[in-house]
């Protein structure tokens, strides 16, 4: 199990008292991406768990980093926190006006709520900028596969499943704005027989799980000093889970949506349709309270 999956991996070449939550949340997002299901996941919890609490309990560390690793994890039964509408309004013209690049990726991310390795390995090949849609077939993952270096290679996407996905309004513009730039923003990276990769990273570098999220909470850090609705954590799978949130709120269809999310199954996406209920619900109960405080004035 150890040489399996864990010695090959960031967490395989680090010491144990200088492992984060985030090191082992990015080890699990990686499991997922590999295909493994939410119970593999679960169960290297439990047991990465056991490990950090008996250090704690022998003074080697002075926390466990393995509570709510597992929030970022789909197919978690605890509730993901998306960007409530004022924090994505705000955030989203902030960066429009501070930081045009992450403002391109955040807004593609939420308008198409793909995944991050999808995100990371989306061609000029997957855009067709007449008929407004993306095509969604494969990812970009940076792993260390049997015999060889650790690096980049493409790989189908998790469910093995082709998306075509309809741009919005949004998204089409921030496309058109990439292409028009394509000549200066466009990198000469090939993996796997892909080249011309959509977004990169600031540097051109591929991007990656760490790398994106860096560059993203770097971004947050720099929005939360001025804004009037704090971002408190972040992710590109919040904003992933940001753009289901706000489809949920319209009230698209469940299987639309499924497909769009490349979901396995409706069960994972019912969990929106919950949450956003239950947030209608306090959100009304609210509201009659304050109705029934003004008409007693």
Not at 211 to 240: M, Q
Request: positive net charge; hydrophobic residues 30%.
């Amino acid at each position: 199990m150890y040489n399996r999956s864990v010695r090959d991996s960031v967490l395989g070449h680090m010491k144990l008292v200088d492992i984060k939550k985030t090191n082992i949340s990015y080890f699990y997002q990686g499991l997922q991406e590999n295909g493994k299901s939410y119970g593999t996941v679960t169960f290297y919890q439990k047991l990465f768990s056991s490990i950090f609490n008996m250090a704690l309990d022998n003074g080697i560390i002075r926390n466990n980093p393995t509570k709510r690793a597992l929030d970022v994890i789909e197919g978690s039964h605890k509730r993901k926190e998306s960007l409530t509408k004022k924090q994505q309004e705000e955030f989203l013209s902030y960066l429009y006006k501070q930081d045009r690049d992450m403002y391109r990726k955040v807004a593609f991310l939420i308008g198409t709520m793909c995944r991050i390795s999808e995100f990371a390995g989306l061609t000029w090949e997957d855009i067709d900028m007449k008929n407004r849609i993306i095509t969604v077939d494969h990812q970009l993952l940076y792993k260390k596969f049997d015999g060889e270096k650790t690096g980049y290679h493409i790989t189908p996407t998790k469910n093995t499943h082709t998306r075509k996905i309809p741009m919005t309004e949004e998204v089409y513009k921030v496309l058109r704005e990439l292409h028009n730039y394509y000549f200066i923003l466009h990198t000469e990276h090939c993996v796997d027989g892909k080249k011309d990769f959509v977004f990169t990273c600031k540097s051109g570098n591929l991007l990656n799980v760490a790398s994106f999220d860096y560059e993203l909470k770097k971004a947050v850090e720099k929005y939360n000093e001025t804004a009037e609705y704090e971002i408190e954590s972040i992710s590109a799978h919040i904003l992933r889970h940001t753009g289901c949130t706000r489809d949920a709120e319209d009230g698209m269809d469940i299987k639309v949506l499924q497909y769009l999310m490349g979901h396995s199954n409706t069960q994972i996406t019912n969990n929106f349709y919950n949450h956003v209920n239950e947030d209608r619900a306090a959100d009304e109960v609210a509201n009659v309270v304050e109705r029934r405080k003004n008409k007693a004035l």
